[in-house]
């Protein structure tokens, strides 16, 4: 199976691309990259509509998997502009691209396209962002749906697990400062499901096998506030826990675009695919401090 993959120089796009390219052809597309990937990729903007189609007609991907995304709540806060640009207009010409060339498209959504009000949140809750970002991604979501092009819409949750080398995650963050002895501040009263990035590689290859469309919450089994995430990273790592400094998360100078609980309602996922292990998240964390550890 021919799989294009953006965003590839990313944290979930070279987890994808480096998983993925096993038994896979794969290409990946990088706006910058300063270091050579583990798979075949090539450097383009994605705003340059003429280069990318040229690009998609020549690799004729089968499934385009769609990462590439501004995500930063506050900088989408401060650059809506830019925001809409990345993360709307790029997915609508993707999606009519893939149309186009009859390929498959699995967007990769976020829970920020919820207001984070109630928590456990299912496929059938009307989405109610309260920031830039997440009215982005859930516009971008109604541009794929718009272009008829057959899709499969993934909303990730908060996702853990180390980098390999591109891109940076919470448990990047986390264990490098408490190694370096720096203080972290973590929201205790601030939800998610978060999921580790092995498990959402295996259902991102598991949907383009299996040629899945609609939608699917994808997150972890367990409902958890980035405080607890955070003391589990620490204890996977042997990392002294002292250094984490408990918030409210209203506490923060642009608390009115942050969302309280964003958790999920897995049940769907689970059903569509009984095959993928939920392990609990302080096994996932052990497995990453261990290999950390190997020569």
């Known amino acids: 199976m021919r799989i294009l993959i953006t965003g590839a120089s990313g944290f979930v796009g ?20 300063q270091r050579c990937l583990p798979f075949p990729n090539e450097s383009i903007d994605l705003t340059a509509g003429k280069a990318v189609t040229a690009l998609l007609q020549d690799f004729k991907p089968h ?8 995500s930063r709540v506050i900088e989408c806060e401060d650059h809506p502009e830019q925001a809409a640009l990345a993360n709307v207009a790029v997915t ?28 456990g949140y299912r496929e059938s809750h009307i989405p109610d962002p309260v920031n830039v970002y997440g009215r982005t991604k859930l516009e971008a979501e109604n541009a794929v749906i718009a272009s008829g092009v057959v899709s499969l819409i993934v909303r990730s949750n908060s996702l853990v697990g180390p980098s390999i ?18 203080a972290v ?17 295996r ?53 009115d675009v942050l969302t309280a609980d964003n958790s999920y309602d897995i049940s769907h996922l689970r059903q569509l695919l009984p095959f993928i292990e939920m392990r609990p998240l ?11 550890r190997k020569p």
């Open 185 to 201: 501040t973590l929201f205790e009263d601030q939800y998610r499901s978060p999921i580790h990035i092995r498990t959402m590689v």
């Open 203 to 255: 259902i991102v290859e598991a949907v383009c096998v299996l040629g899945l469309s609609g939608l699917i919450h994808a997150g972890g089994p367990r409902r958890i506030s980035r405080l607890d995430t955070g003391y589990a990273v620490a204890r996977a790592y042997a990392l002294s826990p002292e250094g984490i400094t408990a918030v409210g998360y209203r506490s923060h100078p642009r608390a």
């Open 14 to 33: 070279s987890h994808l691309g480096k998983h993925l390219s096993r038994d896979h052809d794969v290409l990946g597309i990088v706006f910058r990259n």
């Open 165 to 182: 080398g591109w891109g940076d995650s919470f448990t990047d963050m986390i264990v490098r400062k408490l190694r370096a002895g720096e």
């Open 92 to 119: 609508e010409s993707l999606a009519l691209a893939a149309k186009t060339l009859r390929a498959r498209l699995i967007f990769l959504s976020s829970d920020q396209v919820f207001s984070g009000k109630k928590g």
């Open 282 to 292: 302080d096994e996932e964390l052990a497995e990453d401090a261990i290999t950390s």
């Open 63 to 70: 499934v385009i998997v769609h990462a590439a995304a501004m």
